[in-house]
């Protein structure tokens, strides 16, 4: 079965400092990946799709990578903030374009 | 545009005890999802409707979940009878469509099993 991994329970920076997440897959080979932002007590908030003929996409601060070969995502928060602090998660798509799989998430601290 | 509501926010129950969650997703939403999120964990999906038909529920435990979606709108999750690993946040999430989609989830309900 599908299994994604983000390496990272928890990851520290200072603000003004890049954050790099990372998310890695095994079993499967998904045709689009996407990162979500979860607060405390809230539910996922969607940021960026990426799809598996897209190298890189970028939203403002963020960027997302996807590499099949690898099967790695790597998802960048430039000049980061403390408002930035919250848990991300990677999600892939599910067999025949179904349901999200999600990630166990990392949990971002920035500090000021 | 208003977003997923769900309610209640919070539930404590007791062991054996039943519960049902209600989910109303975006307007104009087919697809529909329920996700349990145990502490420190990502979402792990139970059920996805397309409008009123069940997509996929392969992970949900049917001895003691159920769940329906009449007219294709509104949705409401039962557990009975609950027990104390069924502590969780339950998620409901709606997308336009199926596939490659972004999902709109709700605040969650958070069930105490005691």
């Known amino acids: 079965s599908q299994k994604i991994e983000q390496n990272s329970e928890a990851l520290n920076i200072q603000e003004g400092k890049t954050a790099t997440l990372t998310c890695n897959y095994t079993?499967?080979?998904?045709?689009?990946l996407q990162w979500y932002r979860q607060d405390p007590g809230r539910g996922p908030v969607f940021l960026l799709l990426?799809?598996?003929?897209?190298k890189e996409k970028r939203k403002e601060r963020l960027k997302v990578t996807f590499d099949t070969t690898l099967k790695q995502s790597l998802f960048h928060i430039t000049a980061s903030q403390p408002a930035d602090s919250a848990t991300y998660l990677c999600?892939?798509?599910?067999?025949?374009?179904?349901?999200?799989?999600f990630g166990k998430g990392t949990t971002l601290s920035v500090s000021s | 545009e208003a977003g997923v509501a769900q309610s209640p926010r919070y539930k404590i129950i007791e062991k054996r005890q039943s519960v049902a969650f209600w989910c109303n997703p975006i307007?104009?939403?087919?697809?529909l999802y329920w996700y349990q999120q145990i502490l420190g964990q990502g979402p792990k999906l139970l059920i996805q409707?397309?409008?009123?038909?069940?997509?996929?529920d392969s992970q949900l435990p049917k001895d003691r979940f159920s769940a329906e979606r009449l007219k294709g709108v509104d949705s409401t999750l039962k557990i009975q009878p609950a027990k104390l690993e069924d502590s969780a946040v339950y998620l409901c999430?709606?997308?336009f469509g199926m596939g490659s989609t972004e999902a709109f989830f709700g605040q969650g309900t958070r069930l105490t099993v005691v």
């Open positions: 307007s104009g939403h087919a697809t």
């Open positions: 999600a892939l798509d599910g067999q025949a374009g179904t349901a999200l799989i």
């Open positions: 990426i799809r598996e003929n897209e």
């Open positions: 079993n499967y080979s998904p045709a689009y």
């Open positions: 409707f397309q409008n009123n038909g069940v997509v996929d």
């Open positions: 999430a709606s997308s």
